[in-house]
């Protein structure tokens, strides 16, 4: 391994132990549902977020608060004895990618047979105290604005 790929996996070593992150992989709610939940919460402060979830009336929003509050809990096993009141906490990223597709086969009249296809998904979530809380909100306004084009 040359010294620039060795240098830049030690740096993206560090910034990961840096990061505060819950993943759900295969989760069985379709991603377009899920994604409707975490715009709802991205860049939000995490109380707000939990409380968002808390009293939301879709089925992805139970799931999506138990991640949250793991993604919390990593957070206060690194920072003993910090709380969450005390610190200006964010949720810096949450994204949704797609996961395996189950296919399966219901019965249709004379003989034919529809594909029903079960969707499930992967969803991440990065906490952490912002630097600059200006940029993260500009920053998931314009993929906001990029994903309506």
């Not at 799931?63 to 949720?91: C, F, H, M, T």
């Not at 597709?101 to 249709?108: G, N």
Request: charged share 35%; aromatic share 4%.
């Amino acid at each position: 391994m040359g010294a620039r790929k060795r240098n830049r996996a030690e740096q993206i070593k560090n910034e990961k132990k840096n990061r505060y992150y819950a993943v759900l992989r295969n989760c069985p709610t379709s991603p377009r549902k899920m994604r409707l939940v975490c715009d709802m919460i991205r860049g939000q402060e995490v109380n707000k977020a939990l409380d968002m979830l808390k009293f939301s009336t879709k089925e992805a929003s139970r799931r999506l608060e138990k991640l949250v509050l793991s993604a919390v809990a990593n957070w206060q096993s690194k920072n003993e004895g910090a709380r969450i009141e005390d610190n200006d906490i964010i949720i810096k990223e949450i994204f949704v990618d797609q996961a395996r597709t189950l296919k399966r086969i219901q019965p249709a009249p004379q003989g034919r047979a529809y594909r029903i296809r079960k969707r499930s998904n992967h969803v991440t979530v990065v906490i952490g105290s912002p630097s600059n809380k200006e940029e993260i909100v500009e920053s998931s306004e314009t993929a906001n604005d990029t994903k309506t084009n």
